[in-house]
Structures are given as structure tokens and as C-alpha cells.
């Protein structure tokens, strides 16, 4: 496993991997998870990150099951992973959990930096996950999820949120928004793109969870059932496409 912050206390550790503008000069490899500010049960593990920047590679492609943030009790708040720059590039064959119940953690991907998972994610994961988010910004950034996405997967989460911006595409197999209260997915700005099988805002109980589409950005859902409010009353999901060529393209909807 590649661990940092782990343990009471764990608080402010920084990883960098560079690669000084030349691709894979600098990697970590044969990393079989990545966990960003977690110990289960144990207070700290605040403010701890791994930036993968100007061409540095991580690769996670051995294990099961990666964490950004663990609680319970707000204990694994605030970490975080970055990738930016082109050719920084973050792979991982897992699932992974951005804000299993604890709060602000994060993923950014900017300025051209991909990342790529194998997994399905989660961001904000059992009781008390709130205010987690992956953004993705800049042209020629990606974020590929070979698998479904999560956002606010429990009654209480709440305020979880993915950002696509300024250019930026990301692509899954599905996104669900919103077993919690006030997720939301917004794709805003020219060029900005979620690719999807399917969408599913509010689902469960989960109130106040949305998808907005501004200022020129687009939700492509190329194959299943798109879904606004589904499963359960009182399930409240809303969808607002607006600016010009803003747009949700999609197969089949269901209200």
C-alpha cells in the first residue's frame, strides 16, 4: 500500500511525485492501494496529500480497495490528490472511496493530468460524509472510471459534489447522484464533457440532489436509462440544462 497520514495524529503530510516536464521520470509503481489520511477509529489524519505533477506517474494497479479519508467522526478530513500538468497520470485498478464518513477530501485533476480507475468510486461513503468532491478542470484533462460513479450514497450524506470545468471530460460507465441531501454533478463551460451509460439524479430517499449543465457544457448518455427521482419516495432529483449549447444528450428518460 502506498499510506500517507496513517495513525493518530497524522496530520499534514505531503507526497510528490514530479517528473520535471518529461513523462514517467518519476513514478510509483506496484502500488497496491492508495490511502490519503486513513487509520479507522484513530483521531487526526487532517490535511494530508499526494500531488502528482509535471509528468509524474502513479500506479495502483494491484489492490482492491483505495481510501481518501476515513472517519468516523470527522477524524479524516481535509486530504486530498492531485494531478496536474500533461502527462501527470494516476492509474488504479481498484475501487476507491473519496470521504467514508468524513468530510473535504477531495481528487483535482488540472491543467492536462489524467486519472484512470478500473473500480467503481464513491465520494461521500456511509454516515456523516459530507462536502467531498472531485474536481476536473482544464483542456486536456480527463477522468476515466471504467466503472460506475457514486455521489452522496447514504441518507445523510450530503453536499458531495463532481465539478467538470474549463474544457475538462470525464467518462463512466453510470453516475448516481444522491441517496443523501443536496449532491450535485455540474459540467460547466465550453468544451466540458461527462460521457456516461446512464444518469440517476436522486435516488433512494435523497432530496435536493441535481445535475446542472451551464454555460456550454454537455452530459452525453450514450446506452441505459437516464432517471430524474428514482426508487423511493421521497426521492426529489432536479436537471437544469442552461446557456448556450448547454446540453444533456441521453436514450431514454424516465421522470
Given at each position: 500500500d502506498l499510506p500517507v497520514g496513517s495513525g493518530a495524529g497524522a496530520n499534514n503530510n505531503l507526497l510528490v511525485i514530479d517528473g520535471g516536464g518529461v513523462p514517467g521520470s518519476a513514478l510509483a509503481t506496484n502500488v497496491a492501494n492508495v490511502r490519503v489520511g486513513t487509520t479507522y477509529n484513530v483521531a487526526g489524519r487532517y490535511n494530508n496529500r499526494v500531488v502528482v505533477t509535471n509528468g509524474g506517474w502513479l500506479f495502483s494497479n494491484g489492490g482492491a480497495e483505495s481510501h481518501v479519508g476515513i472517519g468516523p467522526g470527522g477524524w479524516g478530513s481535509s486530504n486530498g490528490v492531485t494531478v496536474t500538468g500533461s502527462g501527470s497520470k494516476w492509474t488504479m485498478a481498484g475501487f476507491i472511496y473519496f470521504g467514508n464518513q468524513a468530510d473535504f477530501n477531495n481528487l483535482t485533476i488540472a491543467q492536462g493530468g489524467q486519472a484512470v480507475f478500473g473500480g467503481s468510486v464513491t465520494i461521500?461513503?456511509?454516515s456523516g460524509a459530507s462536502s467531498n468532491s472531485v474536481l476536473v478542470t482544464d483542456a486536456d484533462s480527463l477522468w476515466q472510471v471504467n466503472n460506475s460513479i457514486g455521489v452522496?450514497?447514504?441518507?445523510?450524506?450530503?453536499?458531495n459534489s463532481i465539478t467538470i470545468s474549463n474544457g475538462a471530460r470525464a467518462v463512466s460507465t453510470g453516475v448516481t447522484v444522491g441517496y443523501g441531501v443536496n449532491n450535485f454533478l455540474r459540467v460547466t463551460g465550453p468544451g466540458s464533457t461527462m460521457t456516461n451509460s446512464y444518469a440517476n439524479i436522486g435516488y433512494g430517499s435523497g432530496?435536493?440532489?441535481s445535475m446542472l449543465i451551464m454555460n456550454g457544457g454537455r452530459v452525453i448518455d450514450l446506452a441505459g436509462t437516464d432517471y430524474i427521482g428514482y426508487h423511493a419516495s421521497p426521492t426529489s432529483g432536479t436537471v437544469v440544462v442552461t446557456g448556450a449549447g448547454s446540453l444533456w444528450s441521453n436514450v431514454n428518460l424516465i421522470v
Amino acid at each position: 500500500d502506498l499510506p500517507v497520514g496513517s495513525g493518530a495524529g497524522a496530520n499534514n503530510n505531503l507526497l510528490v511525485i514530479d517528473g520535471g516536464g518529461v513523462p514517467g521520470s518519476a513514478l510509483a509503481t506496484n502500488v497496491a492501494n492508495v490511502r490519503v489520511g486513513t487509520t479507522y477509529n484513530v483521531a487526526g489524519r487532517y490535511n494530508n496529500r499526494v500531488v502528482v505533477t509535471n509528468g509524474g506517474w502513479l500506479f495502483s494497479n494491484g489492490g482492491a480497495e483505495s481510501h481518501v479519508g476515513i472517519g468516523p467522526g470527522g477524524w479524516g478530513s481535509s486530504n486530498g490528490v492531485t494531478v496536474t500538468g500533461s502527462g501527470s497520470k494516476w492509474t488504479m485498478a481498484g475501487f476507491i472511496y473519496f470521504g467514508n464518513q468524513a468530510d473535504f477530501n477531495n481528487l483535482t485533476i488540472a491543467q492536462g493530468g489524467q486519472a484512470v480507475f478500473g473500480g467503481s468510486v464513491t465520494i461521500g461513503y456511509n454516515s456523516g460524509a459530507s462536502s467531498n468532491s472531485v474536481l476536473v478542470t482544464d483542456a486536456d484533462s480527463l477522468w476515466q472510471v471504467n466503472n460506475s460513479i457514486g455521489v452522496g450514497t447514504v441518507a445523510d450524506a450530503s453536499g458531495n459534489s463532481i465539478t467538470i470545468s474549463n474544457g475538462a471530460r470525464a467518462v463512466s460507465t453510470g453516475v448516481t447522484v444522491g441517496y443523501g441531501v443536496n449532491n450535485f454533478l455540474r459540467v460547466t463551460g465550453p468544451g466540458s464533457t461527462m460521457t456516461n451509460s446512464y444518469a440517476n439524479i436522486g435516488y433512494g430517499s435523497g432530496i435536493g440532489n441535481s445535475m446542472l449543465i451551464m454555460n456550454g457544457g454537455r452530459v452525453i448518455d450514450l446506452a441505459g436509462t437516464d432517471y430524474i427521482g428514482y426508487h423511493a419516495s421521497p426521492t426529489s432529483g432536479t436537471v437544469v440544462v442552461t446557456g448556450a449549447g448547454s446540453l444533456w444528450s441521453n436514450v431514454n428518460l424516465i421522470v
